[in-house]
């Protein structure tokens, strides 16, 4: 299976439809007034449906096992045909549009194997999506197309050339998918000044983002929140909380990083942990969709 790990769970909604398609007028009558040999077609189809769309991970190998949180399954007819809609509802890392058309197909197969005895002209039709949301999908194309960020750096190590940075690389790499040009990549030492001046400098230029990897422990050199603290014109709290609770998901000592967000004027700053893991999870946690603080940022200039 595909590894899923790196998402957030989301809220997800999946709906399919299948029709059935009968010959005689006969057989909705039937269906109507629960004459069909075979029991309730409606009721029984239901519950077939129910237990198709839980084991859809038994029937399709490469479908994750997950919650499903929710499941509708209606009936419309329209002359001689059945419309039956499966919706889904789950919040998990992966979508359940496969989860409602594997219902719906099971819902039309077992309707047709109800009938089949009175109506020898039963047909099944159009298993599709009809829609889906939640996920990364529901996101594209609606952030700033011209962003762009620095990344610094903060280790007396790497500055000093005993030991490579990767933390920096990971999240120019996730910067570079999400679209943002980067305008500068630079490694200092712990220094609270050179810290402040990095980001005085930045704002200055009207960088978008101002990404720090490093100095957010517990250690006498870990400077770089008090050294961005009192520049911030405003702290983003929920970016901070998202990142750590990402983190703490998958590896328990998530808590102790000092990781902080907020702006400067009109720049997002954000200081992430020094570890490779660290920053590329961080990084994994809140973009793309913490790209939006764009729109509102721009939207209170024209206020």
Do not use: W
């Not at 009936?75 to 889904?88: A, F, R, S």
């Not at 890392?93 to 009175?118: F, Q, R």
């Not at 903060?154 to 999400?178: H, V």
């Not at 978008?208 to 911030?232: C, F, H, Q, W």
């Amino acid at each position: 299976m595909i590894d899923i790990t790196h998402k957030s769970s989301t809220l997800r909604i999946a709906t399919a439809q299948a029709i059935v398609k009968v010959s005689k007028h006969e057989t909705i009558e039937a269906i109507n007034n629960k004459t069909v040999p075979k029991g309730d077609v409606f009721s029984m189809c239901k519950a077939v449906g129910l237990l198709g769309v839980k084991n859809t991970p038994l029937i399709l190998a490469d479908c994750h096992p997950m919650p499903i949180e929710y499941t509708g399954i209606d009936y419309e007819i329209n002359g001689l045909e059945i419309v039956i809609k499966v919706t889904i509802k789950t919040i998990y890392k992966t979508g359940v549009e496969v989860e409602a058309m594997h219902g719906a197909s099971v819902v039309s197969l077992n309707m047709y194997d109800m009938l089949k005895p009175i109506d020898k002209g039963v047909e099944i039709h159009h298993i599709k999506l009809l829609e889906k949301k939640g996920g990364k999908s529901d996101y594209k194309d609606k952030f700033r197309q011209d962003l762009t960020a620095a990344v610094v750096v903060c280790s007396d190590t790497i500055s000093s050339g005993q030991k490579e940075d990767k933390a920096g690389k990971a999240i120019i790499s996730k910067l570079e998918e999400c679209g943002v040009a980067i305008k500068d990549y630079v490694i200092i030492p712990d220094k609270k000044d050179i810290i402040q001046e990095k980001a005085k400098s930045y704002t200055d230029q009207g960088v978008n983002m101002i990404i720090y990897t490093g100095g957010t422990g517990l250690s006498n050199r870990d400077v770089t929140p008090e050294a961005l603290k009192p520049l911030l014109t405003r702290e983003i709290p929920g970016i901070e909380e998202a990142i750590r609770n990402y983190g703490q998901d998958r590896m328990p000592y998530a808590m102790l990083s000092r990781s902080i967000a907020g702006t400067i004027d009109n720049s997002l700053v954000l200081a992430l942990p020094g570890s490779t893991n660290g920053a590329k999870e961080s990084m994994d946690a809140i973009f793309p969709a913490v790209l939006h603080v764009f729109k509102i940022l721009k939207g209170a200039r024209h206020n």
